[in-house]
């Protein structure tokens, strides 16, 4: 099955910093979306982006399918945005809609 | 804004008890699936369900694991003989018209199976 790689597994930042998370995937995709797991264990859409790049106040995502990765930008982080964050795709082809989930980052935002 | 809503939020029972989990979908999506989450790992895929029958599955959903849509509204993941292994957040999602779009995860039901 198709492969997904999130970089890196934690990040610790000071308030105010910016930051880059990572997902690679393994095989050509139709659907990508970026979750946000907030403490209660809530999945936060983020973005669909299976290609092409989408801006969201200080959160923007990239995804470039011909070279299989996408990237999530956090500007100005602020402490509510500690969390695990997840990348998931969905693989062309499959007539079922399977999310495979990466294995997260967890991103932690101190004060 | 829509969502999709999901109880119990927590539900305990005995291992070897059955335990149904309802969601409720967003009215106008016609795709609905189920996920899981074990304490500190990765969500995984269980079924995906469309036009009344299963779409897809996943190796974890064995002969214990089912689904229904009773009515218009409520899709239900039913566990029967529970074991110790299946405690985990169990996410319910749905998505509008194709395999292709956004899915909107509910806020989950997190399982204790004692």
């Known amino acids: 099955g198709i492969q997904v790689e999130q970089s890196p597994p934690d990040l610790i930042l000071q308030e105010g910093a910016n930051s880059t998370l990572r997902c690679n995937f393994s095989?050509?995709?139709?659907?990508l979306q970026w979750f946000h797991q907030n403490p209660w264990g809530q999945l936060i859409n983020l973005f669909y982006i299976p290609s092409g790049t989408k801006q969201n106040g200080r959160l923007s995502a990239t995804t470039v399918a011909t070279e299989r990765y996408s990237l999530l930008y956090i500007s100005s982080s602020q402490t509510t945005d500690s969390g695990v964050y997840f990348c998931a795709v969905g693989l062309v082809g499959t007539s079922g809609s399977r999310l495979t989930f990466g294995e997260g980052t967890q991103l932690t935002v101190n004060p | 804004e829509p969502e999709v809503t999901q109880t119990p939020s927590h539900q305990v029972t005995q291992m070897g008890q059955e335990v149904i989990l309802r969601c409720v979908p967003i009215?106008?999506?016609?795709?609905f699936y189920w996920y899981r989450q074990i304490l500190g790992q990765k969500v995984e895929f269980l079924v995906s369900f469309y036009n009344n029958e299963i779409s897809e599955k996943s190796e974890i959903f064995d002969d214990q694991f089912s689904v229904e849509r009773p009515d218009g509204s409520n899709f239900t993941l039913k566990i029967r003989s529970t074991k110790l292994e299946d405690s985990a957040m169990y996410f319910c999602a749905s998505s509008e018209g194709t395999a292709r779009d956004t899915q909107y995860f509910g806020p989950g039901t997190r399982l204790t199976v004692l």
């Open positions: 009215s106008n999506h016609l795709y």
């Open positions: 095989d050509s995709v139709n659907n």
